[in-house]
């Protein structure tokens, strides 16, 4: 699986499926590397005769790390940002929707159907916003405008996002991810404790990079509110969400639908801020119906 410079950034990406298919494009959210993306996801997406291109996005995984730039504290950040007075950052979310757009350009892509999932939906919400004529469709997932009055995160799913690695050892490291996917997992569809901990497994050997997920998040609280933006929006959009999400409160998708002209919203009860196997048959579906449909009236517009 090879490295890719896009938009002046090294990205390492995977791509699966028949080269001539239309191609999705699968941004993941923060801190976390493109794997989070099931194989079976993808495997379905495939299966509904896509070519399914995921990446990691900077700072994570196995694409370019900013070594040395450094991030502002939270607390400092938001208030900064309440008062008018933003804090410096390492990059912004544009720049990271920059680096999709960047990928399908260096890929010799035309224009995708973009898949985010948490701050990746915030992502592919910008690609839609400033890379329009990159995308057939948009899916934004368990993810959210940015208004800083919706409900907020229940506390414990976003401490253990949050909480410091206990040390660098791998069994601590997998205790610790483990811990997080217990929080923000979906209640209705518990997973198995072997396979979440095989899962976990795999990232940690994979790579491990806790100094990404603050400038990633420092971007997020950078970019603020997008509502006015999101009206721009002409991209054929669905918006999918967990009604049981602990992390992005189901209000955060409601508010995105809310924002995107003619937007479509769908909601699954018992769904968490994960991919659960029970559920990856219905978003593949959900999705390749989606994007189906606006490559559609893509062409009869054409």
Known sequence: MPTIT???VELFYEEQGNANDEPI????????????????FVEALKGHGYRVIRYDNRDIGLSQKFEGAKAPGIKTQILRKLIGF?????YTLADMAGDGAGLLDALRIERAHVVGASMGGMIAQLMAINHADKLHSLTSIMSTTGHRKLPQADKPAMDALVAPLPSMKEGDLIAHGIKVQQAIGSPGFPADPERRRQ???TLVRRSVYPAGL????AAIIDDGDRRERLKSVTTPT???HGEADPLVKLEGGKDTAAHIPGAKLVTLPGWGHDLPPELIDRLAQEIAAHAKGATQDNSVAA
């Not at 494009?25 to 079976?40: K, N, Y």
Request: hydrophobic share 55%.
């Open 214 to 217: 603050p400038r990633q998040l």
């Open 25 to 40: 494009l699968l941004v993941m959210g923060l801190g976390a590397q493109m794997i989070l993306w099931p194989d079976e």
């Open 86 to 90: 933003p804090a410096k950052v390492p």
């Open 6 to 8: 896009a938009n002046g």
């Open 238 to 240: 669905l918006v999918l």
């Open 199 to 201: 899962r976990v497994s």
